[in-house]
T-cell receptor
Framework: SQKIEQNSEALNIQEGKTATLTCNYT??????LQWYRQDPGRGPVFLLL???NEKEKRKERLKVTFDTTLKQSLFHITASQPADSATYLC????????????WGLGTSLAVNP | DGGITQSPKYLFRKEGQNVTLSCEQN?????MYWYRQDPGQGLRLIYY???????QKGDIAEGYSVSREKKESFPLTVTSAQKNPTAFYLC?????????????FGNGTRLTVT
């Protein structure tokens, strides 16, 4: 069956360290993968999009990788800050089903000062 | 500022009543979407519209209805036929219809039905 999985347990890290979040998928062949940030009680906010033919994308302190062989995307936040604390969602383009976005459950990140 | 506005933020209804959630955008986006978010589940698509006067069912459309009479507006009605209506509802829009453009979300409406 088709699945998209993100770290189910919350991630706690110390300020200044690099946070790495994982998004794994099975039985999909996505053309794009997107990462969003969601704060409690608010809508998700778009962060980065990576295409299947791109290995890596960067934006300021954020970096996303996309390995279509491993069927995995990694999302890194370098020099993390308490303000980075939020839930991070990955979403992939399900090319086989009307190209709808399929969403992971999200990983909660807490950056401790 | 451009964006998506959902109202109200909190909504309470008695079982058996229909309720309409508002979604307005001033981003000039063609496509609009309604999602539902529940604890322990990813965002699930209820309805979407790629152009005015046209909309399609998503994965969990039963018990919901929508209209798209104006480009800026995409209201969602939760009917009494929806078995588990209590949830956090998110409206989103995007400039194109392909998945290579990001979604812009509103800040949601939390509906509680008792």
């Amino acid at each position: 069956s088709q699945k998209i999985e993100q770290n189910s347990e919350a991630l706690n890290i110390q300020e200044g360290k690099t946070a790495t979040l994982t998004c794994n998928y099975t039985n999909y062949s996505p053309a794009y993968l997107q990462w969003y940030r969601q704060d409690p009680g608010r809508g998700p906010v778009f962060l980065l999009l990576i295409r299947e033919n791109e290995k890596e994308k960067r934006k300021e302190r954020l970096k996303v990788t996309f390995d279509t062989t491993l069927k995995q995307s990694l999302f890194h936040i370098t020099a993390s800050q308490p303000a980075d604390s939020a839930t991070y969602l990955c979403a992939l383009d399900n090319a086989g089903n009307n190209r709808k976005l399929i969403w992971g459950l999200g990983t909660s990140l807490a950056v401790n000062p | 500022d451009g964006g998506i506005t959902q109202s109200p933020k909190y909504l309470f209804r008695k079982e058996g009543q229909n309720v309409t959630l508002s979604c307005e955008q001033n981003l000039n986006h063609d496509a609009m979407y309604w999602y539902r978010q529940d604890p322990g589940q990813g965002l699930r698509l209820i309805y979407y519209s790629q152009i005015v006067n046209d909309f399609q069912k998503g994965d969990i459309a039963e018990g919901y209805s929508v209209s798209r009479e104006k480009k800026e507006s995409f209201p969602l009605t939760v009917t009494s036929a929806q078995k588990n209506p209590t949830a956090f509802y998110l409206c989103a829009s995007r400039s194109g219809t392909g998945n290579n453009s990001p979604l812009h979300f509103g800040n949601g409406t939390r509906l509680t039905v008792t």
